[in-house]
């Protein structure tokens, strides 16, 4: 399953989690969500998946559920998948 981060803060924290963006925003400092949640594109941009979001909102205390969408994710990504062999086309 591919994840795609394309939600911003205000959408993330407004129609996702239903609270403000300065309450949403403090519960992603102190850790209370979890950093596969989010992504960081830049020094002030961050990104959110729709998908992983809503899964820890419905159950924020299900570990389990949380560890199989990081192990998905570390394995959809471009960097862990093996290396093309042989050489490239012309």
């Known amino acids: 399953m591919k ?3 394309n939600l911003t803060e205000r959408e993330a924290a407004e129609e996702c989690a239903g609270m403000s963006i300065p309450g949403f925003k403090k519960l992603r400092i102190s850790g209370k969500i979890p ?10 941009t961050l990104r959110y998946c729709r998908e992983l979001l ?15 969408a990081m192990e998905q994710l570390q394995n959809s990504r471009i960097s862990n998948l093996p290396a093309k062999r042989g ?4």
Do not use: M
């Open 54 to 68: 809503l899964d820890w909102i419905a159950d924020p205390n299900d570990v389990e559920a949380q560890t199989r």
């Open 87 to 90: 050489r490239k086309a012309a």
């Open 35 to 44: 950093a596969h949640c989010y992504t960081k594109l830049g020094y002030r």
């Open 3 to 5: 994840y795609q981060y």
